[in-house]
């Protein structure tokens, strides 16, 4: 994986672990996206498929019966992954939770890349590639 990411095409959805709740008006902004066939970016998700970034993105696909999708996959323990949010969680307890079902809030993390020691948000890679 070069620089801890990679751009995965044709990936079910159902191996998609969650680690976040979803905000129904934010499904809706991404179905008014997918319904004027807008362009939509891949979802971030790590080496374990749980996704970092985009949960509301793949709700909108679960609502349209799409099953597979694109994803942009990153090592979720590499240390130029930049966990943000409360400043008590832990990338580990992150992936535990996703694994038994218990979601955070919506919009509880934020990741970022160390890009050369440039903070990016990890959405900046993401909108280079298409969901679908």
């Known amino acids: 994986m070069k620089n801890g ?7 079910p959805i159902e191996l ?3 680690h976040e709740r ?9 179905d008014d996206m997918y319904i004027n ?12 498929k749980m996704i970092i970034d985009g949960h509301h ?3 909108m696909c679960k609502k349209n019966g799409i ?6 996959q990153f090592e979720y323990l590499n240390p130029n992954l930049i966990l ?16 038994i079902g218990k979601l955070y809030t919506s919009k509880t993390t934020k990741h970022f890349v160390n890009d050369e ?14 969901l679908f």
């Open 37 to 48: 066939k807008s362009f939509i970016p891949a979802v971030a998700v790590s080496d374990q």
């Open 57 to 59: 993105r793949v709700e």
């Open 5 to 11: 990411f990679q751009y995965i095409k044709n990936v």
């Open 117 to 130: 020691g440039v903070l990016k948000e990890i959405f900046e890679y993401q909108k280079k590639y298409s």
């Open 16 to 18: 998609l672990l969650p």
């Open 22 to 30: 979803i905000q129904s008006h934010l499904v809706n902004y991404w």
């Open 84 to 99: 943000k949010g409360d400043k008590n969680i832990i990338k580990n307890e992150i992936i535990f939770n996703a694994e």
């Open 67 to 72: 099953k597979i999708i694109n994803v942009c």
